[in-house]
């Protein structure tokens, strides 16, 4: 079992930045991929990004990339999302996963924080 608790949303500017944490329980951390979602109102959740086990290999999607960086510290059970130059599009709820194997669908994660509002105004 592991449990997830996001820190660091808020309200920023177009152009801002913000940074999301997601601190992790449990001693197996570091055996599971990590990626974080998001979803806005009326709409599905989409994938963001997602970082390996090691912290090795880092996924995006494509309208971040460039924009925002995933990182991952296993001996603190923790992954960030540092978001730059955010967009009012960028405005959703925000949740980390984890789960076996990184990939960008949600069905690929077994544990899921409760998310953290991200607000971006123009």
């Known amino acids: 079992q592991v449990q997830l608790v996001e820190s660091g949303g808020g309200l920023v500017q177009a152009g801002g930045s913000l940074r999301l944490s997601c601190a992790a329980s449990g001693r197996t951390f570091s055996s599971y991929a990590m990626g974080w979602f998001r979803q806005a109102p009326g709409k599905e959740r989409e994938f963001v990004a997602a970082?390996?086990?090691?912290?090795?290999?880092?996924y995006y999607r494509e309208p971040v990339k460039g924009r925002f960086t995933i990182s991952r510290d296993n001996a603190k059970n923790t992954v960030s999302l540092q978001m730059n130059s955010l967009k009012p599009e960028d405005t959703a709820v925000y949740y980390c996963a984890a789960g076996v194997r990184v990939g960008a669908s949600p069905y690929e994660y077994d544990y899921w924080g409760q998310g953290i509002q991200v607000t971006v105004s123009s």
């Open positions: 970082i390996s086990r090691s912290g090795g290999s880092t």
